[in-house]
């Protein structure tokens, strides 16, 4: 083990949603990353073909356009299926050839197509060609900040070319245990690097951002865990405060379709807010010089990237793969982004051998750091990244200083009901053991939720009486949502 891993006492990881690599940083470095070091960004050059006319190229998003932060205006096509159209050009469950990624623009166009029906699916003004749009550094300071102050994992792919569920289960277990659909598993239940750690003596926690964890439902391994190895973001806030924070940490979005989660078509501009506290928090914190930051994505959620993912991959173990798949391809690149004060400014970092980094490149890198067993063949195979702790002290100064946090003006109106990251999270507090009134044999039945505020006050709720604090449940009605104050976190910037 390195010295510079021997030194992290604390990993930190927060995985956003459903965003590509060159949807987010592909125009990271336009002019060549510094020290001459490889970047796989874009040219502004590629393109797909449309639906109908001239191919689709990319195009930079900019701050004048319509409704920015909510690009590409609907949700692109998700899962395994989708996923092998916009790669292969064909939704076969079993594609041969090598992925060409030409078939974003006209994937989206067959989303559109049943999306439009929906009300308020889809901004006005959407077509195919807009899942060709890329955020710039300009558009994404915190995030672009990031990634230029402390390094970029370039070549950084998902652990299955599908959807949410899927790649949450690898970054906690190695494994979907052959699921590759979100509606098909949400509780998984192979040993996670959760009980490996306490095991291990380690500690470690999960922290949801306004509510529980949707990690904490859905991971069977650590559904009995104490209630003090889970809480909020405010909770994560004071143990780093307190010197207290766990070994490994993971933490979540606010899940709702107005959270912080940059799910297509979510404000993106409160991801930033996120990113921007989450960094804040740990920068200067009595932890701060021995803790090593993840930010990465699940998946790519249907946004354009024109590198393919590679093949290679090595399958997790003998489960059955649903749909047919093997396993041993790689899903799409989402951004990563690895943030410590042991990291060389501009650092571009990318495995060294022929297995490129996945979610299980975490799992390998916490296991080697604390001795642990592999959990399954694929983080067995994973190259690690403790290489990118390149310095011998920590530096001293701040890359964000000066950042200024955007913000979207106005949100365009959006489909009612409750979205299916919230469901999801419903359906896990509704399997919780928890009576609907006193005495035993009582079922429960999960009430009829129509808004994610109430859905979320639900699921507070049945927490609350499954940690103990109460006996039974006791539904609340919703309250009114409180909204992230940009002027506080205005302030704080300025008084740095």
């Known amino acids: 083990m390195s010295a510079p891993l021997q030194g992290i006492e604390h990993f930190v990881v927060v995985m956003l949603e459903n965003r590509s690599f060159d ?43 319509p409704h920015p ?20 050009g064909s939704r076969a469950q079993d594609p041969t050839g090598t992925p060409a990624n030409q078939g974003f623009v006209s994937n989206f166009a067959y989303t559109l197509n049943w999306e439009s029906k929906q009300k308020n699916m889809v901004m006005p003004g959407t077509t195919p060609a807009k899942i060709m749009g890329m955020y710039t550094p300009e558009m994404l300071p915190v995030l672009s900040g990031l990634a230029k102050g402390y390094a970029v994992c370039d070549h950084w792919y998902s652990s299955a070319p599908t959807e949410t569920f899927p790649n949450r289960a690898f970054v906690a277990m190695a494994t979907s245990q052959g699921f590759v659909s979100d509606k ?17 003596g380690q500690s470690w926690a999960v922290y949801g951002y306004n509510a529980p964890p949707l990690t904490r ?20 806030q004071q143990a780093v405060k307190r010197g207290t924070l766990a070994n490994y940490v993971f933490l979540e979005p606010e899940w709702s379709s107005k959270g912080n989660s940059q799910h297509p078509n979510y404000d993106v501009s409160l991801g930033e807010q996120f990113l921007h506290d989450i960094y804040y928090t740990l920068y200067g914190s009595p932890v701060w ?12 959620g249907g946004c354009y990237d024109h ?92 890359p964000l200083q000066g950042v200024v946090i955007p913000a979207s003006q106005g949100a365009p109106k959006k489909a009612a009901g409750v979205n299916h990251l919230v469901r999801a999270l419903v359906d896990s507090a509704g399997r919780l053991p928890v009576s609907d009134a006193a005495g035993n044999g ?32 006791a539904y609340a009605p919703a309250r009114k949502r409180r909204q992230p104050s940009r002027k506080k ?8």
């Open 184 to 200: 098909s598993r949400s509780l998984f239940n192979a040993p996670s690097i959760y009980t490996a750690l306490a095991k291990a």
């Open 69 to 88: 932060y909510f690009m590409p205006g609907a949700n692109p096509g998700e899962g395994y299926l989708n996923t092998n159209s916009q790669l292969f």
């Open 23 to 65: 949807h987010m940083l592909g125009f990271l470095y336009t002019s060549g990353a510094p020290r001459g070091q490889p970047f796989e960004g874009l040219t502004g050059k590629e393109s797909n073909p449309s639906v109908k006319g001239p191919p689709a190229p990319v195009f930079k998003i900019q701050a004048k356009d």
């Open 442 to 473: 009582h079922h429960h039945e999960s009430p009829a939720l129509k808004d994610e505020d109430s859905a979320l006050d639900y699921v507070r709720a049945r927490y609350k009486a499954y940690d103990g604090k109460q006996t039974v449940l």
């Open 307 to 398: 590198v393919p993912p590679p093949g290679g991959a090595v399958p997790p173990d003998n489960s059955p793969g649903e749909l047919g798949f093997d396993f041993t391809r790689f899903g799409v690149r989402v951004p990563t982004v690895l943030v410590s004060p042991l990291i060389a400014a501009g650092s571009v970092y990318r495995a060294s051998g022929s297995t490129p980094f996945d979610h299980t490149s975490i799992l390998a890198t916490v296991e080697k750091r604390y001795g642990l067993a592999p959990l399954t063949a694929r983080d067995k195979a994973a190259p690690t990244f403790e290489g990118v702790l390149s310095l011998n002290a920590p530096r001293k100064d701040d």
């Open 289 to 300: 010089e021995k803790t090593l930051l993840v930010i990465t994505y699940d998946e790519h």
């Open 217 to 236: 439902g859905s991971i069977a391994d650590i559904a009995s865990a104490p209630a003090s190895n889970f809480g909020e973001f405010t909770d994560f």
């Open 489 to 496: 976190a205005k302030a704080r910037k300025r008084s740095r």
